[in-house]
């Protein structure tokens, strides 16, 4: 059972659409990140959140923009977007921005058309 | 910071124990050995983790070397869902960065009947 729940689980869109990717957790958590998984690779930090505030953001183009509007949720909005984003979006948490273990949802599917 | 090896894909039969290598010579002293798998179609789940001791919990057994410079996950008795990519991570709280997770690209599991 997945306590990160992320929706929706796939996403179609086109490269003019504007669209949001949500994720939420209710496990009292501080720190929340989004990765990005390509097909058969390793995920990729993209963006943390720590208390709510952008501490790590991995150089990710702007057309990725996150947002935490309170504890629990994790958003990810998404504009003019390029084929190569197609991949497999993770939310995680964990109790602090720390050393402890990080609960991953089961991702967001993105296919760009 | 400090890399970690593993081998790219391992076999087991079902309810056999399973011992999964990880090699990471250049590993300093403040670095926390972590697992995590990802199960096909799931987002990565944190396994163990562990600094100089063995450890165990309900999912697996962490074995570390003396000299800290390799360490083995193991599986007591595998079964199908154990069929899964395994990474090993290393992660040292002392450093402000802490929080990421910087996956490699782990070894993946085959569980046969």
């Known amino acids: 059972d997945t306590e990160v729940t992320q929706t929706p689980k796939h996403l179609v869109m086109g490269m003019t659409n504007k669209k949001s990717l949500k994720c939420e957790q209710h496990?009292?958590?501080?720190?929340m990140y989004w990765y990005k998984q390509k097909a058969k690779k390793p995920p990729e930090l993209m963006f943390v959140?720590?208390?709510?505030?952008?501490?790590i953001n991995e150089s990710v183009p702007s057309r990725f923009s996150p947002e935490c509007p309170n504890s629990s949720l994790l958003n990810l909005h998404l504009h003019a977007l390029q084929p190569e984003d197609s991949a497999l979006y993770l939310c995680?948490?964990?109790?602090?921005?720390?050393?402890?273990?990080?609960?991953f949802g089961d991702g967001t599917r993105l296919s760009i058309l | 910071d400090a890399k970690t090896t593993q081998p790219n894909s391992m076999e087991s039969n079902e309810e056999e124990p399973v011992h999964l290598p990880c090699n990471h010579s250049?590993?300093?002293?403040?670095?926390?050995i972590h697992w995590y798998r990802q199960l096909p179609s799931q987002g990565p789940e944190y396994v163990i983790h562990?600094?100089?001791s063995n450890v165990n919990n309900r999912m697996a057994s962490l074995a570390i070397a003396e000299d800290r410079k390799s360490s083995t996950l193991i599986l007591h008795r595998a079964t199908l869902r154990d069929a899964a990519v395994y990474y090993c991570?290393?992660?040292?709280?002392?450093?402000?960065?802490?929080?990421?997770?910087?996956f490699g690209q782990g070894t993946t599991l085959q569980v046969k009947p």
């Open positions: 991570i290393l992660r040292d709280p002392s450093r402000g960065n802490t929080g990421k997770l910087i």
């Open positions: 959140y720590s208390y709510e505030k952008l501490s």
């Open positions: 995680a948490s964990s109790r602090t921005y720390s050393n402890q273990p990080q609960h």
């Open positions: 562990g600094l100089t």
């Open positions: 496990m009292g958590h501080r720190a």
């Open positions: 250049t590993i300093s002293g403040t670095d926390y």
